[in-house]
């Protein structure tokens, strides 16, 4: 009996510890990927979302708030900023190649980052969004560190940006292969710059697992696009409202 | 590979501090990036080790991204408030950008492509 106490009393201390919500996050995520595996790598089984999903169940049912299971899942996040360093090495294999481009990457980059900006802000306004709330969607197509600090600017809820973020890269992941298909788009240059443009860091995990080439493109525009609408947009919010 | 993993780290302390000292609108670790970049064309090669502490980061990228999106717990109530015009925004705002994009890249590089 006093064993069996034991283990509760270590289950109730090990459930709140750092180590739990990591594992929590791990398996989630192999969990996810393994579906995503079985289901043909259909898109609407995106590792990502699945892995939301689930990790949201868990700390739903267990009553658990994000502050505490951050602490652990912390860890995991903290290696998007040198993942993001890493990106300088499919960018130098595909150097030669973006370097051809640059005029091409420039030109689309700046289409690129203006349609993200003004189709969410004029869909979103049509559609009755709040102030608030346009300036929380208006940068979602940048990766999430720039992308808070720029919602904080225009007066939008920077946390509600972050998921909006991650949102709209699982959607880029998901429906971006089709939209290319049937716009024609069949170079992996041109597949690449898209994806990273429209859906920042996610976007471009994903092209690079599909070409090296791809990944390289993504990357940059990632990049790029942070350094466009961070420039552009708060220009746009005080030309408009 | 330690010592290729610390050399990015040590490129995003860098962008870090670069970032905020100038107060730049760029995030440290895309600037971590341009810096590591730069230090490959002076070398001009990829180290194996390099080669394969970057492949491994990206290999795990999409996993990164799971916390900041567990995040969506702490919105539920205005997610649910502001649905429309934030579905629709993402959705339109998505599907618009990548054909924009896509179709003036593949149009510009047209010729450039193979090769």
Known sequence: ?241 | MLGHLTLIFVCQLVGELVAGALALPVPGPVLGMVLLFVILMLRGAVPEGLGQAAGGLQKAMSLLFVPAGTGVMLHFRLLGEAALPLGLGLLVSTVATIAVTGLFMAWLSRGKADG
Not at chain 1, 18 to 31: C, D, E, I, N
Not at chain 1, 83 to 110: C, E, K
Not at chain 1, 147 to 165: K, N, R
Request: glycine fraction near 10%; include cysteine.
């Open chain 1, 1 to 241: 009996m006093d064993d069996l106490g034991n283990l509760q009393e270590t289950w109730v201390y090990l459930s709140a510890s750092p180590l739990f919500h990591l594992t929590l996050t791990l398996l989630a995520f192999q969990a996810a990927s393994w579906l995503f595996e079985k289901g043909g790598h259909n898109p609407l089984l995106n590792p990502v979302l699945g892995a939301v999903v689930l990790v949201v169940a868990v700390l739903v049912v267990t009553g658990t708030d994000y502050a505490t299971y951050f602490e652990g899942a912390q860890f995991v996040h903290f290696l998007l900023g040198p993942a993001t360093v890493s990106l300088a090495v499919p960018l130098y294999r595909q150097w030669r190649l973006v370097r051809r481009s640059a005029l091409a990457i420039t030109v689309s980059l700046l289409c690129g980052s203006l349609t993200a900006i003004l189709t969410a802000l004029g869909v979103a306004w049509l559609a009755g969004g709040s102030a608030e709330v346009l300036a929380s969607l208006a940068p979602k197509s940048v990766t999430a560190p720039v992308a808070m600090a720029i919602a904080e600017e225009l007066g939008g809820v920077p946390s509600l940006t972050a998921v909006l973020v991650i949102v709209t890269g699982i959607l880029g992941a998901m429906i971006g292969p089709m939209v290319l298909n049937i716009a024609g788009v069949r170079d992996w240059s041109a597949r690449g710059l898209a994806i990273g443009t429209a859906s920042h860091g996610i976007g471009t995990a994903r092209a690079l697992q599909v070409n090296e080439t791809a990944g390289a493109f993504a990357g940059l525009a990632m990049g790029l696009n942070a350094l466009a609408t961070a420039l552009l947009l708060p220009i746009l919010w005080g030309l408009l409202f």
